[in-house]
């Protein structure tokens, strides 16, 4: 980096085609998801939705922020595609360590898609169990039967079942 808070990583803003909103010029774009985001995308917002709340408290307890303002945005907007979209942004004059922390976050995501294995986990874990006990008996039955597993799964919690419909219930729901 040549200068304070200029980021080699990361983009500022730009006015989007097409977009009726807010404008945040002189904020640097770190991350986003949508409605039909993917888990690793979903799990990753989670990560840096954490180390948001991090930095919130430390400014709670500290005051560390210039003039009263905060450095951190969080937008949301309706989109015709994919319904909504939010978008994580830092302003370009914020402290070097939270634009630091952000640019590390984006960079490590250019070698591996996910910031935190044990979070993505849990939640595929979560969202699979909630497929399934969505499901109604008859429709576990009926799927059980069709893949070809044990109808008695259809009666079980999701923690019950069969480690080969665990797998099989978790790669649907995964995409």
Same mark, same amino acid.
Request: hydrophobic content about 30%; aromatic content about 14%.
């Given at each position: 980096? &040549?200068?304070?808070? =200029?980021?080699?990583?990361?983009? %500022?803003?730009? !006015?989007?085609? +097409?977009?009726?909103?807010?404008?945040?010029?002189?904020?640097?774009?770190?991350?986003?998801? $949508?409605?039909?985001?993917?888990?690793?995308?979903?799990?990753?917002?989670?990560? *840096?939705?954490?180390?948001?709340?991090?930095?919130?408290? @430390? =400014?709670?307890? +500290?005051?560390?922020?210039?003039?009263?303002?905060?450095?951190?945005?969080?937008?949301?907007? +309706? $989109?015709?595609?994919?319904?909504?979209?939010?978008?994580?942004?830092? !302003?370009?004059?914020?402290?070097?360590?939270?634009?630091?922390? *952000?640019?590390?976050?984006?960079?490590? %995501?250019?070698?591996?898609?996910? %910031?935190?294995? +044990?979070?993505?986990?849990?939640?595929? $874990?979560? @969202?699979?169990?909630?497929?399934?006990?969505?499901?109604?008996?008859?429709?576990?039955?009926?799927?059980?039967?069709?893949?070809?597993?044990?109808?008695?799964?259809? &009666?079980?919690?999701?923690?019950?079942?069969?480690?080969? %419909?665990? @797998?099989?219930?978790?790669?649907?729901?995964?995409?």
């Amino acid at each position: 980096m &040549t200068e304070k808070q =200029k980021s080699e990583i990361l983009n %500022l803003w730009e !006015h989007p085609d +097409s977009y009726w909103g807010p404008e945040f010029p002189d904020y640097y774009i770190v991350y986003g998801q $949508h409605r039909d985001s993917d888990l690793v995308v979903r799990a990753n917002w989670r990560t *840096f939705m954490d180390v948001v709340e991090t930095f919130e408290n @430390e =400014k709670i307890e +500290s005051d560390t922020d210039t003039d009263g303002e905060w450095f951190i945005e969080t937008t949301n907007a +309706s $989109h015709w595609a994919v319904g909504w979209v939010e978008g994580l942004l830092v !302003h370009k004059d914020a402290p070097q360590e939270m634009i630091e922390k *952000f640019e590390g976050m984006v960079a490590a %995501l250019t070698d591996y898609p996910l %910031l935190d294995d +044990s979070l993505y986990y849990e939640m595929e $874990h979560s @969202e699979a169990g909630e497929y399934w006990d969505d499901m109604s008996e008859d429709q576990k039955m009926d799927f059980c039967e069709e893949e070809e597993y044990d109808t008695d799964n259809a &009666t079980r919690p999701f923690s019950e079942i069969d480690d080969n %419909l665990y @797998e099989r219930i978790t790669e649907i729901n995964r995409d």
